[in-house]
């Protein structure tokens, strides 16, 4: 059973930053991170980044320039530094790893932009 820790959410004002993490934890030998994904207030949930075959990181146009993802695959875990934050970046954010047998998702943490 492997199983995502999520962390890093909070409320910040707008222009501040937050980073936020994702730890795996459990049988992890054979997983891969996906991306993060996001979800406000009656909306579907959303792409925000996603990891490519080839290694690199593709981003939603909405958070491209302020987003940054990276990963310690020593500690198996993933990180989502966001800078620049605005209000429509209000939401509970999901990490997303890949195992043999299927996608596993972090449980959310919130993140709240308002002044």
């Not at 909405?62 to 934050?85: C, I, W």
């Not at 954010?93 to 195992?99: E, T």
Request: aromatic letters at 10%; hydrophobic letters at 35%.
């Amino acid at each position: 059973q492997v199983q995502l820790v999520e962390s890093g959410g909070g409320l910040v004002q707008p222009g501040g930053s937050l980073r936020l993490s994702c730890a795996a934890s459990g049988s992890i030998y054979s997983i891969n991170f996906r991306g993060w994904y996001r979800q406000a207030p009656g909306k579907q949930r959303e792409m925000v980044a996603t990891a490519t075959a080839g290694g690199s990181t593709n981003y939603a146009d909405s958070v491209k320039g302020r987003f940054t993802v990276s990963r310690d695959n020593a500690k198996n875990t993933a990180y989502l530094q966001m800078n620049s934050l605005k209000p429509e970046d209000t939401a509970v954010y999901y990490c997303l790893f890949w195992s043999p047998v299927g996608g596993i998702w972090g449980q959310g943490t919130q993140v709240t932009v308002s002044s």
